[in-house]
């Protein structure tokens, strides 16, 4: 019971101080989005939150993230662009269907489900300089744009 109890609270602690981290904007992408001239705004979460102009009168909100992830060799920081969003928690299965086939040919990122949303997100290296970090943030919103356009008809769910 001990051993759970300790568990629990390393937990807790780990949880607590993510939180804290996470609610942190990472100054080193401020920076990159400053010197490529692109306006953002910071989140409650620490991340940035970008309106991309995607021609056609048309915008697609992107957040890069300023929580990095690891693993054993690598530094990844996520890119997230909404494009549908269902009425329900589940997807129609043509909706699920089309996505699944556009993540085979993106370039960068994929679609997951976050609760009844279609967020595409992009990996990239958290070591990216300021052009890599631009380009990702431009595919991410041009994908999710078409998908939104397509699925939805709308501008920004």
Same mark, same amino acid.
């Given at each position: ?83 549908? #969003? ?7 299965? %043509? !909706? /699920?269907? =089309?996505?699944? +086939?556009?993540?085979? $040919?993106? &370039? ?23 052009? #890599? ?7 991410? %919103? !041009? /994908?999710? =744009?078409?998908? +939104?356009?397509?699925? $939805?008809? &709308?501008?920004?769910?």
């Amino acid at each position: 019971m001990k051993l759970r109890a300790a568990c629990l609270a390393a937990i807790c602690l780990a949880l607590a101080a993510t939180a804290a981290h996470a609610a942190t904007p990472d100054p080193v992408i401020k920076a990159q989005l400053e010197k490529k001239g692109t306006p953002f705004t910071v989140d409650d979460d620490g991340d940035f939150q970008i309106t991309v102009n995607v021609g056609d009168g048309r915008t697609q909100l992107v957040w890069v993230r300023s929580v990095v992830e690891e693993t054993d060799n690598l530094r990844i920081r996520e890119i997230w662009s909404p494009g549908y #969003q269902s009425e329900g928690g589940a997807f129609p299965a %043509a !909706v /699920a269907n =089309d996505l699944l +086939e556009r993540s085979n $040919t993106l &370039k960068l990122g994929s679609w997951v489900k976050q609760e009844k949303t279609a967020m595409l997100v992009t990996k990239i290296s958290a070591d990216a300089n300021a052009d #890599q970090l631009d380009e990702a943030i431009d595919l991410t %919103a !041009v /994908a999710a =744009d078409a998908v +939104e356009l397509d699925l $939805t008809g &709308k501008d920004d769910l």
